[in-house]
């Protein structure tokens, strides 16, 4: 009977052991989901993330700001990077349901950049002028300085985060042209623009590779400005911006705070860098 007993005490023991590193590994995993923006960031801190904390596991997946935003409210991610602030709409929802506000902690910064094809001689263009471009108004280069060339397109789709920045600080909220490409990600949107010499896009400066980002101005008489580090940080650069992470406040402590307090220190900021965006000021390190 005793033996018995025994046998029975320690298969719970293992049942037990197992459950609590069942626990510990559930706890160790972080979901990440949205921006297609800080993609290529976001994957680069889970890779680093993951060597020099053995036993975590950060899986990253994009898809837009808007989706990740949904899934951080339906409580399908624990962490949404987002390259656009959540609307006032967004946080009353996740409010209504959770009965608290997400905690918004911002990441790293970005020189939301205008992209030309290399063969374009246009150096710089102005809020109003790219307004005029993107809406429609203007569809041949020569109308602002540039060859007798039409214009071609590129853009992202309305659930990207730098689609309704873009949309929101640059086009005074008027409706992209109907001719624009709608482009699944950052990286779509470089890949049709370096192929196509009559091409223009948008998008995060970490991935201006292979096509030329030009210097922006806010009148059109004004100076224009370059998106660079310096320029970025003192928001000299007019589409300059801040990018994010969302999470719960449920999660504000254990495996989540931790791997998003390493993102935004030392190690984390070096990365950012590394990939090509700007990383935050010390004061909000």
């Given at each position: 009977m005793r033996r018995g007993f025994?046998?029975?005490?320690?298969?719970?023991?293992?049942?037990?052991?197992?459950?609590?590193?069942?626990?510990?590994?559930?706890?160790?995993n972080i979901t990440v989901k949205g921006s297609d923006t800080m993609l290529i960031l976001g994957q680069k801190w889970a890779e680093v993330y993951m060597k020099t904390h053995p036993g975590s596991s950060v899986?990253?997946?994009?898809?837009?700001?808007?989706?990740?935003?949904?899934?951080?409210?339906?409580?399908?991610?624990?962490?949404?990077?987002?390259?656009r602030p959540m609307k006032p709409s967004e946080v009353g929802e996740f409010a209504k349901k959770y009965k608290t506000r997400p905690h918004e902690y911002k990441m790293c910064l970005d020189g939301l950049s205008v992209y030309v094809n290399e063969s374009?001689?246009?150096?710089?263009?102005?809020?109003?002028?790219i307004e005029k471009i993107f809406t429609g108004q203007v569809t041949n280069w020569k109308e602002v300085g540039g060859p007798d060339a039409p214009i071609s397109l590129y853009g992202r789709e309305n659930s990207s985060g730098t689609y309704e920045f873009f949309k929101d600080?640059?086009?005074?909220?008027?409706?992209?042209?109907?001719?624009?490409?709608?482009?699944?990600?950052?990286?779509?949107?470089?890949?049709?623009?370096?192929?196509d010499n009559g091409g223009i896009g948008y998008g995060g400066i970490a991935y201006g590779k292979g096509v030329k980002h030009l210097l922006v101005s806010k009148a059109d008489d004004g100076e224009g400005i370059e998106p660079t580090e310096a320029n970025v940080i003192t928001m000299k650069y007019p589409i300059s911006r801040f990018l994010f992470n969302y999470v719960s406040p449920a999660s504000d402590s254990g495996a989540i705070a931790e791997y998003i307090k390493w993102c935004i220190g030392k190690e984390g900021q070096s990365l950012v860098k590394e990939i090509g965006y700007y990383p935050l000021p010390k004061n909000l390190q």
């Amino acid at each position: 009977m005793r033996r018995g007993f025994h046998r029975m005490s320690k298969l719970w023991v293992v049942i037990a052991t197992l459950l609590l590193s069942a626990a510990a590994h559930a706890e160790n995993n972080i979901t990440v989901k949205g921006s297609d923006t800080m993609l290529i960031l976001g994957q680069k801190w889970a890779e680093v993330y993951m060597k020099t904390h053995p036993g975590s596991s950060v899986q990253v997946t994009g898809g837009g700001s808007g989706t990740g935003i949904a899934a951080l409210q339906n409580g399908t991610t624990d962490i949404c990077n987002a390259s656009r602030p959540m609307k006032p709409s967004e946080v009353g929802e996740f409010a209504k349901k959770y009965k608290t506000r997400p905690h918004e902690y911002k990441m790293c910064l970005d020189g939301l950049s205008v992209y030309v094809n290399e063969s374009n001689p246009i150096k710089k263009l102005s809020f109003s002028q790219i307004e005029k471009i993107f809406t429609g108004q203007v569809t041949n280069w020569k109308e602002v300085g540039g060859p007798d060339a039409p214009i071609s397109l590129y853009g992202r789709e309305n659930s990207s985060g730098t689609y309704e920045f873009f949309k929101d600080h640059v086009l005074n909220k008027k409706d992209f042209a109907p001719a624009t490409k709608t482009m699944p990600g950052t990286a779509a949107v470089i890949e049709g623009v370096a192929k196509d010499n009559g091409g223009i896009g948008y998008g995060g400066i970490a991935y201006g590779k292979g096509v030329k980002h030009l210097l922006v101005s806010k009148a059109d008489d004004g100076e224009g400005i370059e998106p660079t580090e310096a320029n970025v940080i003192t928001m000299k650069y007019p589409i300059s911006r801040f990018l994010f992470n969302y999470v719960s406040p449920a999660s504000d402590s254990g495996a989540i705070a931790e791997y998003i307090k390493w993102c935004i220190g030392k190690e984390g900021q070096s990365l950012v860098k590394e990939i090509g965006y700007y990383p935050l000021p010390k004061n909000l390190q």
